[in-house]
């Protein structure tokens, strides 16, 4: 097998791995119709760049460097730090789900998108595909888009029925992109999932060329109540978008384009996995540049320019990478936001955190939680009670606001400035007190304090007697994701014996490895003071 094959190859064993969620290397072999040597050096060449890791069992699932990649082949089409303050900016004003899409071959692909305040809504989630025909994105990203290719959607009827009002002819879907064409945007009832409904208007370059769709979804009687002021706010953030974007992003899917497949290659070898490595570090190499022309990968790889035209024919053929226009420049692909959302999907934090709690609590004999945020409280999904005292607050289901208690702060305080602003607005207007604070900003004060030191003591915060020390776990973009923390009498929780690990010891080394399995850039937790130091 050449080299170039191997590339092949190796993608195939990410396709089937993103296909079925786990897998063994001999059946990865079956699949890629290999001998299982040759598969297991692949699989290693692949764990070594973290595209692949193990799952239990002997099994293997997508490694967390997929999501970096996702998240680079987003940069190159959009500036993610606008699109996500106007997806924040669209929630805050609507209160609905809003989510930003491109146009593929395959169907709307998401962007990003921010959790509404009436439902949460999955299917809209960052890497997921809408289909073509169905959806105010999938709509307005047609009606605007390149005509040659609404007219192959359209000639390629009838279509899947999704949910009740699912367009099922080219005849019923050509009637709808005319009426968004005429408006300039479109609107949906229970297309894409019952009892929700959509509106997305499309966002442009400068230069006139189609960027996207910024839509919101909700509940259909709230979303259809305020169509036409939910139209104007999604006029205002395409317009800031646009505005934020350079004319140098071509996304249209015909301007999307792979080079043919070179012609001869390297001879297989025993190292020959190592062309795999070649290729993450071309990856990376344009992830970092966003966009890239073959002249400046081979500059910043030191390859020669022949081993890096034939590594992106290759990766393109596996739309790794895709490139802009006929002998054009290079990005990531946005198959890369795919493959990113499947692996998102199949995250369980819940799982990977199940043993590390029963350490924790196996250490200590303390109550220990996890606890993710749910709109303005943090919400305990999994506990395991303590053996001596078992606190009544934060049972499994339940929540406490996120100022208060250890593994709510530890949620709050590892947000951005604008999330506490938010935030302390809400209660502010709630009328709800501050708990053991005379201001907003003595509040902040302490948000920053918990930053400083990397986790929060709660001592008689909450149930008098009892304290708890609470850490953040972080995702793949650095963004608190979850938290974790360990509850109990406070002379047990704060005064341990001498000789035996420091819960917050305990607590952050669950966080890190935590952090590890969502994709968490490897940063140092910032603890150097003893735990009696703050506490004196």
């Known amino acids: ?226 169509e036409d002021a939910a139209r104007r706010i999604l006029d205002t953030a395409a317009q800031a978008l646009s505005t934020s974007m350079s004319q140098e992003d071509p996304n249209d899917t015909k301007e999307a384009t792979r080079p043919d497949p070179p012609e001869g290659s390297d001879r297989d070898s025993p190292r020959a996995p190592a062309v795999i490595a070649k290729a993450s570090a071309l990856m990376s190499a344009l992830a970092e540049e966003r966009i890239a022309t073959s002249t400046r990968l081979t500059e910043m790889l030191e390859e020669p320019a022949s081993s890096i035209y034939r590594m992106l024919a290759t990766l393109a053929e596996a739309s790794w990478v895709e490139q802009i226009g006929h002998r054009g420049a290079y990005r990531v692909g946005s198959k890369m936001i795919a493959l990113s959302g499947e692996l998102t999907r199949r995250l369980d934090i819940r799982r990977a955190a199940a043993p590390i709690l029963r350490e924790i609590h196996a250490a200590t004999g303390e109550t220990t939680f996890l606890c993710i945020r749910r709109g303005t409280r943090a919400v305990c999904i999994e506990r395991i009670d303590g053996i001596r005292v078992n606190s009544r607050v934060l049972k499994l289901g339940e929540s406490l606001p996120l100022h208060v208690g250890a593994a709510p702060r530890a949620l709050l305080a590892f947000e951005d400035r604008a999330s506490w602003d938010e935030y302390a607005a809400i209660v502010a207007s709630s009328g709800e007190p501050w708990r053991d604070v005379r201001s907003r900003s003595e509040f902040y004060s302490g948000l920053e304090h918990i930053r400083d030191q990397g986790y929060v003591i709660s001592d008689n915060n909450v149930t008098p007697g009892i304290a708890a020390i609470g850490a953040p776990i972080f995702d793949h973009r650095g963004e608190v994701a979850a938290s974790l923390s360990v509850s109990g009498l406070r002379e047990g929780i704060l005064n341990r014996p001498e000789g035996e690990e420091s819960i917050v010891d305990l607590l952050l080394r669950g966080t890190r490895a935590l952090s590890d399995y969502l994709g968490a850039p490897r940063t140092a937790t910032k603890k150097d003071a003893d735990v009696s130091q703050v506490i004196a």
Request: aromatic letters at 4%; one cysteine or more.
């Open 1 to 226: 097998m050449n080299t170039i094959q191997l590339l092949k190859k190796a993608s195939q064993v990410i396709d089937e791995l993103a296909r079925i969620g786990h897998s063994t290397p001999a059946e990865l072999a079956k699949v890629v119709s290999e001998p299982r040597p040759t598969v297991y050096r692949i699989v290693a060449a692949l764990e070594q760049e973290n595209l692949v890791r193990p799952s239990g069992d002997g099994k293997l699932e997508l490694g967390t460097g997929i999501l970096k990649l996702g998240d680079a082949a987003a940069d190159a089409l959009v500036d993610r730090a606008e699109l996500r303050e106007q997806l924040r900016w669209l929630r805050g004003q609507l209160g609905m789900s809003p989510y930003f899409c491109v146009l593929r071959e395959n169907g709307a692909v998401c962007l990003d998108q921010i959790q509404g305040a009436d439902v949460d809504l999955h299917d809209l989630a960052p890497g997921r595909t809408l289909p073509l025909h169905a959806g105010a994105a999938s709509q307005a990203l047609l009606a605007f888009g390149a005509p040659g290719f609404r007219e192959s959607v359209l000639a390629s009827g009838p279509y899947p029925g999704i949910a009740s009002r699912t367009p099922l002819t080219g005849e019923q879907l050509r009637e709808r992109l005319e009426q968004t064409a005429n408006r300039g945007w479109s609107v949906e009832d229970s297309e894409v999932i019952e009892g929700v409904a959509s509106i997305a208007v499309p966002v442009f370059r400068q230069d006139g060329s189609l960027l996207g769709a910024i839509s919101v979804a909700g509940l259909r009687a709230t979303v259809l109540s305020h």
